[in-house]
Each structure stands twice: as structure tokens, then as C-alpha cells.
Nanobody, 124 residues
Framework: QVQLVESGGGLVQAGGSLRLSCAAS????????MGWFRQAPGKEREFVAA????????YYADSVKGRFTVSRANAKNTVYLQMNSLKPEDTAVYYC?????????????????WGQGTQVTVSS
């Protein structure tokens, strides 16, 4: 059974940092692309960042470029999202997800597996 488990969310002041983790289990993810999405109250789920597990290629939404960094630790089967210079508009539930590298990385409909999400709240 495939499982993606996020952790690391919390409450932080504007300008602060958080690191989210996504632990993957249940199958070999070495050929997958791992994505991060977020959903704020009353808004649609949106793409944040993605990383290819095999090549380490990354892609970011314009809204987080230069502030967020996605990385992976193969030995731990874990993907990270380092979030710096956080803003109140970054407040959302953050989800990790997995998809084939041949699908569109930014489209949530491409993703086959999802975690349960972790809340990030940025106060002003």
C-alpha cells in the first residue's frame, strides 16, 4: 500500500522558515516525480514545486521561486520543502504527491498518490 506522510507544518511569523517533509513508502519511487501542492481556505489546490526523484530536476511556481527549495533524500525515501521568507499568503494546507515524470508536473490531475496534508500558518 502506497503511503505519503507529510510533517513539519506549524505556525510561524512572516519572514520565518519551515521545512516540510514527505516520507514515501509502499513502493519504489525512484522513477517518480514528487510534487508539493497547497490549498488555502476557499481556494483551489495549487502547484508549489516538484522534483524528479531520478534526475533531481526541479520546477517551481512563480509565487515561491527564490524562497522555497525542494529536495530529496534517496536513502530515506523522503522529499523536503524548505520554505524561507514566508508570507501570510503562504498560509495553506500543504500536500505532497507522486506522479509519473511523463505527465504534467504542475497539474494536480496528473498525480496518482497523495498525502494527508500538513497545515502551515504564517502570521503577519
Amino acid at each position: 500500500q502506497v503511503q505519503l506522510v507529510e510533517s513539519g507544518g506549524g505556525l510561524v511569523q512572516a519572514g520565518g522558515s519551515l521545512r516540510l517533509s514527505c516520507a514515501a513508502s509502499g513502493r519504489t519511487f525512484s522513477t517518480y516525480v514528487m510534487g508539493w501542492f497547497r490549498q488555502a481556505p476557499g481556494k483551489e489546490r495549487e502547484f508549489v514545486a516538484a522534483i524528479s526523484w531520478s534526475t533531481s530536476s526541479t520546477y517551481y511556481a512563480d509565487s515561491v521561486k527564490g524562497r522555497f527549495t525542494v529536495s530529496r533524500a534517496n536513502a530515506k525515501n523522503t522529499v523536503y520543502l524548505q520554505m524561507n521568507s514566508l508570507k501570510p499568503e503562504d498560509t495553506a494546507v500543504y500536500y505532497c504527491a507522486a506522479t509519473s515524470p511523463y505527465k504534467m508536473w504542475t497539474d494536480l490531475r496528473s498525480y496518482d498518490y497523495w498525502g494527508q496534508g500538513t497545515q502551515v500558518t504564517v502570521s503577519s
